[in-house]
């Protein structure tokens, strides 16, 4: 569920934890992706910047 409004922004910041971005081929040879997210939050204030936990893609080739 999506956090509140923010009063006065054209749009509400939200903040994504454990995201995966997977490219595939679709069924007319057009290269897409699907974006999936574990978690949406509104957004942290005063702390620290979050831990990058970017895990690198093994290659497949």
Do not use: C, Q, W
Not at 25 to 43: C, D, F, H, M
Not at 45 to 53: D, I, L
């Amino acid at each position: 569920m999506p956090p509140a409004p923010m009063p006065g922004l054209p749009f509400t910041p939200v903040e994504f934890d454990h995201v995966t971005v997977t490219p595939y081929v679709n069924g007319t040879g057009r290269l897409a992706y699907s974006i999936k997210v574990r978690e949406v939050r509104a957004p942290r204030t005063g702390a620290a910047p979050a831990k990058n936990t970017v895990t690198p893609a093994k290659d497949v080739a």
